[in-house]
């Protein structure tokens, strides 16, 4: 799972998030179950947990190839990591140039 964030100060208030599940994850039916359990799993974290994400973010979540195969469970663990991850990110200040 990789995930990209960018929080804007001219965006909407609500954080939006958007998937990206290519050819690679496999056929259509599979591509679209994998679609169906990433939106369930961020729904989910966005509702339990109110600083999921910043307000303003938006998050870009793309699934890998392994994502057709692994557990509802296991997306859920990988995204929430991920967008931890990507968050602590944006939150910390940008490196100086030398």
Not at 49 to 72: F, I
Request: aromatic share 2%; glycine share 6%.
């Amino acid at each position: 799972m990789v995930v990209h964030l960018l929080v804007d100060d001219e965006g909407a208030e609500t954080p939006q998030v958007g998937f990206v599940v290519s050819k690679a994850v496999g056929n259509a039916v599979q591509r679209n179950l994998v679609k169906r359990r990433l939106r369930a799993v961020v729904r989910s974290l966005l509702t339990d947990s109110p600083d999921g994400l910043p307000s303003r973010a938006r998050a870009v979540v793309r699934a890998l190839p392994a994502s057709s195969t692994a557990t509802y469970a296991e997306l859920s663990q990988d995204v929430s990591g991920a967008l931890a991850k990507a968050t602590r990110r944006a939150a910390a200040p940008a490196p100086r140039p030398a």
